[in-house]
């Protein structure tokens, strides 16, 4: 009450720095009395310190959204600040449970309320002058090198909170709600496993260039939640005393860029609800998949065969793989890729990107060339018999060959013809046959699935996204 006259006369007011000890019916007074305010900080012990009612006053500066996001309310809320342009909150201290999730809900709802609006939460622990930034729900955060980035369950989606990553002090952030995390450009290239044992419901991990690893003295316990809840992981590397003998149990897409040595894991990682994969082939020997559907695989291995017959066969239920990238390899024989090839029943979807030391020539494409054409209709009258005969990858759909400009390679043409026709004849599932390099494309079959040759510009390479 005592600075009330003299607030009333700063109407120009900008830039407000409290710390708030007073009840939260005073706060709101006082800021009604600075109209103008355009950058607020306020200083708080805990989340308790000011309710979810009192924040959702900023968003009711947007009454045409207000009513959607707060919901019904038998209590008119007053829009506060309506010219604010950042808040900052700085907490003592961070509480666990369900209350403070929901006061992260409502700051998302202020974010998308104004989406140049910035908000920002600092606090006494962790490193010091660290920011996390709010954005919107469901906003979708680009990777950035040097950045530490969360996600909280909100009732628009996703609810993401972004900092700099502190290189001299990297501890553990506040949030041990988060169901989804990131974290790039460590200077050591590594996180230990021990920064995730406090997040109970982690759901999508995302260490694109650090590598996850154990110190020797480190026992993972028994009930780590994130063996239980982790859905989605993509990671650079991860260190084999992590992976051995463990299962992820609701893991379904995984994504690794290195890998250690295969023989250095054992026993195997188990990934029952699996299904999406893309990683070396000397990381996929090490896994049990029971029901694998998609797979990019880079082949490490100069006898690919071997490692697939002895590990990959064994482990791995190949039996409903519908769609293998391949990639990578180390000067394999025509024959390695053929027979992995031939241990895919279901396969749909193929592609293959091109080496400089690659097999793919005419002998490689022969293999999908129908063999028995005596069965061809027309051929063989009256034999009464028009199936499709032996052929490699009978329920192939799709083949694509990337980083290979045809027009330089006319010794192909004449074979890949006979794949179009003949294929075409039979009558196989075969529908979309095409070569890629340098953002052009050429397609080999045509609406009548006859054999064309078409250029399409631009044309964008395959990625499993995971």
Same mark, same amino acid.
């Given at each position: 009450m005592a600075l009330s006259p003299i607030l009333a006369t700063a109407q120009r007011l900008t830039f407000l720095y409290l710390n708030v000890q007073c009840s939260e019916k005073m706060l709101p007074y006082i800021?009604?009395?600075?109209?103008?305010?355009?950058?607020?900080?306020?200083?708080?012990? *805990?989340?308790?310190?000011?309710?979810?009612? %009192?924040?959702?006053?900023?968003?009711?500066?947007?009454?045409?959204?207000?009513?959607?996001m707060i919901g019904p309310s038998s209590q008119p809320i007053q829009p506060l600040c309506v010219q604010l342009e950042a808040l900052l909150l700085h907490y003592k201290g961070w509480l666990r449970g369900c209350e403070e999730t929901g006061i992260i809900q409502v700051f998302g709802d202020i974010v998308a309320s104004a989406p140049?609006? *910035?908000?920002?939460?600092? %606090?006494?622990?962790? !490193?010091?002058?660290?920011?996390?930034?709010?954005?919107?729900?469901?906003?979708?955060?680009?990777?950035?090198?040097?950045r530490i980035c969360i996600g909280l369950p909100g009732r628009h989606g996703p609810v993401f909170l972004s900092a700099a990553l502190d290189h001299n002090d990297f501890t553990s952030p506040l949030f041990r709600e988060s169901e989804y995390l990131s974290v790039s450009g460590h200077p050591s290239g590594e996180l230990s496993i021990d920064f995730l044992f406090p997040f109970h419901n982690?759901?999508?991990?995302?260490?694109?260039?650090?590598?996850?690893?154990?110190? !020797?003295?480190?026992?993972?316990?028994?009930n780590l939640p994130l063996f239980h809840t982790l859905e989605i992981l993509r990671v650079g590397s991860i260190q084999s005393s992590v992976m051995a003998g463990q299962t992820f149990h609701g893991?379904?897409?995984?994504?690794?860029?290195?890998?250690?040595? +295969?023989?250095?894991?054992?026993?195997?990682?188990? +990934?029952?609800?699996?299904?999406?994969?893309?990683?070396?082939?000397?990381? *996929?020997?090490?896994?049990?998949?029971p029901q694998i559907s998609e797979l990019g695989i880079w082949i490490d291995y100069r006898e690919p065969n071997m490692i697939w017959e002895n590990h990959v066969a064994v482990n791995v239920n190949l039996s409903g793989l519908r769609l293998i990238h391949v990639r990578g390899w180390i000067s394999p024989t025509k024959m390695d890729l053929i027979q992995i090839l031939r241990s895919l029943p279901a396969l749909e979807t193929l592609i293959i990107v091109w080496q400089p030391l690659s097999p793919l020539g005419v002998d490689f494409f022969r293999e999908f060339v129908p063999m028995d054409t005596q069965r061809i209709p027309g051929l063989n009258k009256g034999s009464g018999e028009d199936h499709l005969p032996a052929v490699l990858c009978p329920k192939l759909e799709s083949l694509?060959?990337?980083d290979v400009d045809l027009t330089k390679q006319p010794r192909l043409l004449p074979v890949l013809?006979?794949?179009?026709?003949?294929?075409?004849? %039979?009558?196989s599932p075969l529908r979309s046959f095409t070569f890629m390099d340098s953002g052009r494309k050429w397609e080999m079959i045509g609406g009548d699935r006859r054999f064309t040759m078409e250029e399409v510009i631009p044309a964008l390479k395959f990625q499993l996204h995971i």
């Amino acid at each position: 009450m005592a600075l009330s006259p003299i607030l009333a006369t700063a109407q120009r007011l900008t830039f407000l720095y409290l710390n708030v000890q007073c009840s939260e019916k005073m706060l709101p007074y006082i800021l009604k009395l600075v109209p103008a305010l355009e950058r607020l900080w306020l200083g708080l012990s *805990f989340p308790r310190a000011l309710s979810k009612a %009192f924040f959702q006053a900023f968003v009711a500066n947007r009454p045409d959204i207000a009513s959607e996001m707060i919901g019904p309310s038998s209590q008119p809320i007053q829009p506060l600040c309506v010219q604010l342009e950042a808040l900052l909150l700085h907490y003592k201290g961070w509480l666990r449970g369900c209350e403070e999730t929901g006061i992260i809900q409502v700051f998302g709802d202020i974010v998308a309320s104004a989406p140049a609006f *910035f908000l920002g939460l600092s %606090f006494d622990e962790g !490193p010091k002058g660290q920011i996390w930034r709010v954005h919107g729900p469901g906003v979708q955060l680009k990777w950035v090198q040097h950045r530490i980035c969360i996600g909280l369950p909100g009732r628009h989606g996703p609810v993401f909170l972004s900092a700099a990553l502190d290189h001299n002090d990297f501890t553990s952030p506040l949030f041990r709600e988060s169901e989804y995390l990131s974290v790039s450009g460590h200077p050591s290239g590594e996180l230990s496993i021990d920064f995730l044992f406090p997040f109970h419901n982690l759901r999508v991990l995302t260490l694109l260039d650090l590598t996850l690893t154990m110190q !020797p003295t480190t026992e993972l316990p028994s009930n780590l939640p994130l063996f239980h809840t982790l859905e989605i992981l993509r990671v650079g590397s991860i260190q084999s005393s992590v992976m051995a003998g463990q299962t992820f149990h609701g893991l379904e897409g995984y994504w690794e860029y290195e890998a250690h040595d +295969m023989g250095s894991q054992r026993p195997l990682t188990g +990934m029952p609800a699996c299904t999406k994969l893309d990683l070396k082939l000397s990381r *996929f020997a090490t896994l049990e998949l029971p029901q694998i559907s998609e797979l990019g695989i880079w082949i490490d291995y100069r006898e690919p065969n071997m490692i697939w017959e002895n590990h990959v066969a064994v482990n791995v239920n190949l039996s409903g793989l519908r769609l293998i990238h391949v990639r990578g390899w180390i000067s394999p024989t025509k024959m390695d890729l053929i027979q992995i090839l031939r241990s895919l029943p279901a396969l749909e979807t193929l592609i293959i990107v091109w080496q400089p030391l690659s097999p793919l020539g005419v002998d490689f494409f022969r293999e999908f060339v129908p063999m028995d054409t005596q069965r061809i209709p027309g051929l063989n009258k009256g034999s009464g018999e028009d199936h499709l005969p032996a052929v490699l990858c009978p329920k192939l759909e799709s083949l694509q060959i990337e980083d290979v400009d045809l027009t330089k390679q006319p010794r192909l043409l004449p074979v890949l013809k006979k794949i179009v026709t003949l294929h075409a004849v %039979f009558g196989s599932p075969l529908r979309s046959f095409t070569f890629m390099d340098s953002g052009r494309k050429w397609e080999m079959i045509g609406g009548d699935r006859r054999f064309t040759m078409e250029e399409v510009i631009p044309a964008l390479k395959f990625q499993l996204h995971i």
